[in-house]
């Protein structure tokens, strides 16, 4: 790694600004693959750097790691660099793809030596090989808080949640897991990316309704030209859009460039400016790949927010800019709360927020015997001795690790990440895997536990 002049007295504005809750933004990208040289692959990272090196309002430049490869330049190294040519504290992120404990370990050890005390622990999404049989290892991010927190107590911890989900398994699922990365010791919470203002709000409402105070940054999508193109009802993995929105996103494209991205410089403005009203502590802005359009949208960001319009008002501008355009997936519409998105309702409050009921759904027969069976029987202890009937019902690998009991005697390796405390976020409208073949583990979990009347038990750090 080349030799890097950095200035290690230097603050971390980052934590600073939500520590006093002073709206921030931050902007995120990543270092690229190995395939091409370092310099040709970070140019637009670094490039990125120096245009926000003198803008006050913008705190952070978030490194990812691992985007859907795993051949890429470390985020550590990268975020080092970033470091010495913005002077702004980066946000390094560690994925648990392919990760192992020594991994980031080693990740931790470097940015601690680097000064870099910015830390977003990620889960990373599905890996597919080529190879048959082949399956990678994934760090559960709740594990990363973790070990970073032991290894540092001064680190200032992130963690992702993913609140597009309209089905409400799949939605408590995430929250619930948000609750143990809080216990973990996560110091700010970081959002999916999607357009869906009413899940922005309905995440801040059911973190006052937990009476849980943790700075939250809203992650804002910037899409380019091709990925409209390409845009589908999911814009990530796990995160949906009504197909009549993606449909408005294309027209918008095909009109001309200018008038493309003077509507979606207002769209992310006006988003930027609600979440500000909402309570979030800042924004995260992801997809800009243009280095002269990262300075005009966080200019453009930065003085709709500061215009300080009211809440009635943003409301009206946000619904007539889409002339009321349903962006929530068409026949998917779980919201937690009723009231979202209305003029009279800003923020939280237990009169106003009216919780809505979800259907207590029945577990599928097969899920049903399993768990009778496993609970009857006892089937998580003595394991050489019931291994034969585990082997019989459950597949059971004998691991040495059995989970049985804490997942409703749903075998933990139903996971293709191996996750144990909580899912991902790739999960498709229909609860299914990021890998589409089966319901999520997680979701059947939830399913059970109503079904039992044991939810309290999804919040716990065993279970």
Known sequence: MPQININFNTKNPFSAKLRTAEFTLAVENWPGEKTQPADLSRKQILDAAVKVKNQD????????????????????????????????MPIVCISGKNSSKNRVLSLLRQAETLNLKNILAVTGDLYVSKKKGAALKYMDSVDIISIAKEFNSNIFAGAV???????????????????????AGADFI?????????????????????????????????????????????IFPGVSISKIYASTLQREKKINYQQAVATHLRRISLMAAGCHLMGYSGIQIVGIEDTQLIEMTLKRISETVEN?????????????????????????NYYIFKNLL????????????????????????????????????????????????KA?????????????????????????????????????LNGNCENGKNLCLFH????????????????SQNE
Not at 73 to 81: G, L, R
Not at 314 to 329: C, G, K, S, V
């Open 57 to 88: 309002y913008v705190s952070a430049i978030t490194v990812a790691d691992r985007i859907t490869s795993l051949n890429a330049y470390s985020p550590v190294e990268t975020a080092t660099e970033i470091f010495e040519k913005s002077e702004k």
């Open 161 to 183: 949640v993913n609140p597009f989900k309209y089905n409400a398994p799949d939605l408590y699922s995430q929250y619930f897991k948000l609750v143990k990365k809080i216990h």
């Open 190 to 234: 970081v959002t999916q990316a999607g357009w869906d203002m009413g899940k922005f709000q309905e995440l801040q409402w059911f973190l006052a309704m937990r009476e849980i105070n943790v700075p939250v940054i809203a992650r804002l999508y910037m899409p380019s030209s091709e990925k409209i193109d390409n845009l589908d009802i999911e």
């Open 308 to 332: 300080n319009i009211s809440w009635k008002d943003w409301l009206q501008e946000w619904n007539d800019f889409h002339n009321n355009t349903r962006i929530a997936p068409e026949n998917h």
């Open 342 to 389: 209305q003029a009279e309702f800003q923020t939280y409050s237990q009169k106003n927020a009216e919780v809505q009921k979800a259907d207590i759904l029945s577990p599928s027969f097969v899920d049903r015997i399993k768990y009778s069976i496993g609970k009857i029987f006892g089937l998580d202890k003595f394991p050489t001795i019931t291994y034969p009937l």
């Open 392 to 428: 019989i019902i459950y597949g059971c690998l004998f691991c040495n690790n059995c989970s049985l009991k804490e997942n409703f005697y749903i075998c933990g390796k139903e996971c293709p990440k191996g996750l144990a405390s909580g899912p991902c976020g790739g999960t498709n």
């Open 444 to 459: 059947k979990k939830y399913i059970l536990a109503t079904w039992n009347k044991e939810i309290y038990k999804l919040e």
